[in-house]
């Protein structure tokens, strides 16, 4: 069922939002976070020290050393994210070069900058906004833009409001390389020193020129990576008004309870965990200090020299490897025969080209301030979309192309994608962790040896000291929507790794940018069949310990209850979204289409 929009584009309303003011990491919270850090270390090694030398049930060695190697593998991910946020490291900035030779070219004239907004099916309400704030862009000396809209779709009505709006169109006969070879094809039909690349729903703010190139100002740097900056999130209803409006009047006393067990104090705020700014103020700009922080695509500034630069070096490579030649000189008078891709043609372009061009030698700058607004998937589809590219462009990288294993590749930089892949191969280990308390409520085996003083005195004290430490880390940031996303994808994180194992390439649509409510339901099925197990598990768990049966004790059921109910919740709150339905800032509902 598709959303007809107001007489203003559905998403006028949320113009009046503007981005939180980032702020820098450092004083007694940065020291108070090291301190954590390295207590937390030292409590899990302990603990896993205890876990595999005292704490093993020899009644159950296969549960109970698959659960304790899951946990082990666990840490070494909490190490490596601890090495990604463990401090900031931002780029000096400066002006905007005002000549060519300021910005490391050649020749004489203004510098010239295009900006590419990329689009295949949005319709003109979504790019229309996006081609005025580009072209209300504030000009530094010294500098031409031209704007132009990459449809790969190649529809009449795009190219007709191109024409309207007085910009360039480009167009090709076909969809080869996904986004990266409409990158392509724009990039051989213009001639700007610099790009810059906007998804169709990029509308970006008119400082971006001014905020970014400077930064071009070292001649090494590739490109440049602003946050990405959702201003469409629906904030949610306080719980009051909603049981109001649901179950009347009198339900409003409940609210309290309610904003306790949930502990969240409003409904449907962000309900598909869409807001990004843990991930961009966090993780890729703490990576910035390394060299680390990869291209997301959108919002992104690119030196054109560097593109193809990398485009060739990556074809020679491929040339010297099936030709046996001994150095790139050679390779030069055959690239006529290779393929020239700027950007790898790859459903996670992005991230790909950022490896090839970090360990050719070039820099990446991540700038910490939002200069753009973007739109936020809207449906239960649009978000499992996007996650599900996500995760089979980083599989397919990680075990096809040997990108981190790269001679050119510094060590600091190798670790922070390490980081990036290890997340995802948890998808391997998290579900051990996760079915562990069912395993142990059906059966009555215990993955520890017995459930007690000992074990809580190890444990605790880890899970604690980690939770102060994030906290202190993360500057305010949400700290659980991570760990309920983890949960919430296992079974799409599986669904793209068996696809990649199998050989298959990964292909998937573009997130969708319009509010549409799809089949949801079907997609959080999984979840719900989840749920179902823990259910079932709890249920059974209680039946046995009500019969004596044996295992069934009290304390395994109240351990193993406690670790299904928070992975319950995640389930829970991610599957909720699924019956969301879009609303206006004034509680309205967004109208439908007959």
Not at 108 to 133: K, R
Not at 152 to 173: F, I, K, N
Request: glycine letters at 8%; one cysteine or more; a neutral charge.
């Amino acid at each position: 069922m598709q959303y007809t929009r107001p007489d203003t584009p559905y998403f006028a309303a949320f113009l009046h939002r503007t981005p939180d003011r980032v702020s820098d990491f450092g004083g007694a919270a940065r020291h108070l976070w090291h301190l954590a850090a390295g207590v937390t270390i030292g409590l899990g090694l302990w603990y896993l020290h205890w876990r595999w030398t005292a704490s093993l049930n020899p009644e159950a060695w296969a549960f109970s050393l698959a659960v304790v190697l899951a946990e082990t593998l666990a840490f070494v991910g909490m190490l490596l994210f601890y090495f990604n946020i463990w401090d900031e490291g931002d780029t000096p900035r400066r002006p905007p070069p005002d000549s060519r030779a300021v910005a490391g070219l050649e020749g004489d004239g203004d510098i010239l900058v295009d900006i590419f907004i990329t689009t295949y099916d949005e319709g003109p309400e979504i790019v229309g906004p996006s081609i005025t704030a580009a072209k209300a862009l504030h000009v530094p000396p010294g500098i031409r833009f031209h704007v132009h809209v990459l449809d790969d779709g190649a529809r009449p009505e795009m190219r007709a409001l191109c024409q309207h709006s007085e910009v360039g169109y480009l167009a090709r006969r076909d969809n080869r390389g996904f986004k990266a070879g409409n990158l392509a094809n724009a990039l051989f039909a213009t001639e700007g020193d610099f790009v810059v690349i906007c998804d169709a729903d990029t509308q970006v703010f008119p400082t971006f020129l001014a905020e970014t190139l400077g930064y071009f100002r070292d001649p090494n740097v590739a490109w440049v990576q602003t946050p990405h900056w959702f201003f469409d999130i629906p904030e949610g209803e306080p719980w009051g008004d909603w049981l109001t409006r649901v179950l009347g009047r009198r339900a409003r006393i409940l609210a309290p309870l309610v904003r306790r067990v949930t502990g969240r104090p409003r409904v449907g705020a962000d309900p598909f965990l869409s807001e990004p700014a843990m991930f961009f103020d966090v993780i890729q700009r703490r990576r910035n200090r390394h060299n680390a922080s990869f291209c997301c695509g959108a919002g992104s500034v690119h030196r054109r020299e560097a593109i193809f630069h990398n485009a060739l070096t990556e074809q020679g490579r491929k040339l010297m490897r099936t030709e046996k030649l001994a150095s790139l000189v050679d390779v030069r008078p055959l690239l006529h025969r290779v393929d020239m891709q700027p950007f790898r043609y790859h459903v996670s372009e992005d991230i790909f080209t950022s490896l090839q061009q970090q360990s050719n030698g070039w820099k990446s700058v991540y700038h910490p301030e939002p200069l753009a607004r973007m739109l936020s998937p809207w449906t239960m589809k649009a978000w499992a979309t996007q996650k599900l590219k996500y995760a089979g462009g980083t599989y397919d990288i990680m075990f096809r192309t040997g990108l981190i294993f790269r001679r050119g590749l510094p060590w600091q930089t190798r670790l922070h994608y390490l980081a990036t892949y290890w997340s995802y191969l948890g998808a391997l280990w998290v579900p051990v962790l996760f079915l562990a308390p069912v395993v142990a409520t059906v059966t009555g085996v215990a993955p520890v040896d017995a459930y007690s003083i000992e074990f809580f005195l190890h444990l605790l004290p880890l899970l604690a000291c980690n939770e102060l430490a994030m906290t202190l880390a993360t500057k305010g940031h949400d700290i659980h929507a991570g760990r309920v996303l983890s949960l919430a994808t296992l079974t799409i994180q599986w669904r793209a790794l068996l696809q990649v194992v199998r050989g298959e390439k990964p292909h998937f649509p573009p997130t969708p940018k319009t509010p549409v409510v799809s089949d949801g339901l079907r997609h959080a099925m999984p979840n719900l069949v989840l749920l179902a197990v823990m259910g079932f598990a709890a249920a059974y768990g209680l039946w046995a310990h009500a019969n004596g049966s044996e295992g069934h004790s009290l304390s395994l059921l109240v351990v193993n209850f406690f670790w299904m109910a928070i992975n319950a919740v995640a389930l829970v709150r991610i599957t909720g979204a699924a019956f969301w339905r879009p609303r206006l800032p004034d509680g309205s509902p967004l109208p439908l289409a007959e």
